[in-house]
Nanobody, 123 residues
Framework: QVQLVESGGGLVQAGGSLRLSCAAS????????VAWFRQAPGKEREFVAG????????NYADSVKGRFAISRDNAKNTAYLQMNILKPEDTAVYYC????????????????WGQGTQVTVSS
């Protein structure tokens, strides 16, 4: 399975922006659909955004649509999550996940996960 490492989290004021990165190794990155999930304290892990293997087809949770953008660079084995107009309710640990072939919104469908990166949005 591909190994994933997230980076780019931090503390930001409401209305600000952050860009998360997800670096992959140990597999052919273009064979994997990628998704970002997040988990806030006391809450279940939830889907944020996903992108297909080759053609960059994207989909988003309603809560982030229009504010977040997922992308990938298969030549660099890296996926990204650009987060704009951040809100305090976006505060969570953000995880990158990958699965072979087609994408999914379900946590249990992803065999490969990064360690997570903390995003904190102050009001």
């Amino acid at each position: 399975q591909v190994q994933l490492v997230e980076s780019g989290g931090g503390l930001v004021q409401a209305g600000g922006s952050l860009r998360l990165s997800c670096a992959a190794s140990g597999g052919t990155f273009s064979n994997y659909a990628v998704a970002w999930f997040r988990q806030a304290p006391g809450k279940e892990r939830e889907f944020v955004a996903g992108i297909s293997r080759l053609y960059g087809i994207t989909n988003y949770a309603d809560s982030v649509k229009g504010r977040f953008a997922i992308s990938r660079d298969n030549a660099k084995n890296t996926a990204y999550l650009q987060m704009n107009i951040l809100k305090p309710e976006d505060t969570a640990v953000y995880y990158c996940a990958a699965r072979p072939s087609v994408g999914s919104r379900r946590v249990g469908d992803f065999p490969s996960w990064g360690q997570g990166t903390q995003v904190t949005v102050s009001s």
